[in-house]
């Protein structure tokens, strides 16, 4: 099945083909409201629990809270920023669509630490973007290429609220052998809207060294407003305690990009969806091709040589 075809290629996209990135400053037209929301999202949890990841005790500092999820307002009183013009405008130039449907919207509050690799955000498929695979297939399936005919373009805008000290944020638009590009702080409501499923990019090292959580913490810690500082604590216990201006604080959306009402429509009908049946049956083609002994997994979430031989195979660009 690896050399099938898929009507509608208005929504195929290319990693080769990255729609060039806007700079948006101001980001919303009311950046006091978008504070009160950042606000009134605490206490925050830890990336671990909110994506229900197994608990450990080496978490690191990242908070997050949805305020959109598969194109509805989950959170109370974020419709007008979800559904931000200055976004939806910026998309329309950048990807050169008609139709803009915005999908996601998250906060992320991390704490001083380094560096992070460069990076893709996890892609989206026609098919196989809503949890009907296992997220971890995601980004060996856009580092592949193998899937790029159901590709769904997908705009980001990130939007940051920090002046302290570090929190870059480096992307390479012109790809990652190219020379990179970066925003610094000051940028409080700064955003650059781009192509981050195929546009690598990361966030450089912030805030002091001295107080980085090398050891991570328990994924049952929250993240606390209190006055004018932010607490970590893990039920009563108070782990680190940080002022304000130490949190780096980013606002994440994300929506599908259509060239016209046409390629919408396309989308919308399912007869040409991936199944993770037909995932598996590329993958394996592509190994058979390239001489790679395999076994056809037994379950996708739970085999590891699988997992671990997908992963490997199909690593990002930089690593390949």
């Not at 980013?250 to 919308?268: P, V």
């Amino acid at each position: 099945m690896a050399n099938q075809s898929v009507e509608g290629r208005e929504i195929q996209r290319s990693a080769s083909m990255l729609a060039p990135p806007i700079k948006l400053n101001p980001a919303f037209n009311d950046p006091d409201q978008i504070i009160n929301l950042i606000e009134k999202g605490a206490p925050y949890l830890s990336i671990t629990t909110v994506h229900k990841d197994p608990p450990n005790d080496n978490t690191p500092g990242w908070f997050r809270n949805f305020w959109a999820l598969g194109g509805k307002v989950v959170f109370d009183g974020a419709e007008e920023a979800f559904y931000n013009p200055n976004f939806i405008q910026a998309a329309k130039q950048s990807f050169n669509a008609e139709i803009i449907q915005p999908l996601t919207m998250m906060t992320n509050l991390n704490v001083p630490a380094a560096d992070s690799p460069p990076h893709l955000d996890l892609p989206f498929f026609r098919g196989a973007h809503a949890r009907e695979v296992p997220s971890w297939m995601l980004a060996p399936m856009g580092y592949s290429e193998l899937f790029q005919q159901w590709a769904i373009p997908v705009a980001s805008a990130i939007t940051w609220f920090y002046d302290g000290l570090g929190g870059d944020f480096e992307y390479w638009p012109e790809g990652i052998e190219a020379p990179s590009h970066t925003v610094r702080p000051p940028y409080t409501n700064t955003s650059v809207l781009a192509d981050n499923e195929y546009m690598y990019h990361r966030v450089g090292w912030m805030g002091d060294q001295q107080d980085y959580l090398p050891g991570g913490i328990p994924s049952d810690s929250t993240l606390q407003l209190q006055s004018d500082r932010w607490e970590i604590r893990s039920g009563d216990r108070l782990i680190k305690s940080y002022r304000r201006e130490q949190i780096r604080v980013s606002i994440l959306w994300k929506a599908f990009c259509f060239e016209n009402q046409r390629a919408a429509d396309l989308f919308n009908d399912t007869q040409h969806n991936l199944t993770p049946t037909q995932i598996v049956d590329i993958f394996c083609a592509d190994l058979k091709r390239r001489g790679i002994p395999f076994s056809e997994p037994t379950d996708l979430e739970k085999d590891r040589a699988w997992i671990d031989l997908i992963t490997t195979q199909y690593p990002p660009a930089l690593q390949a």
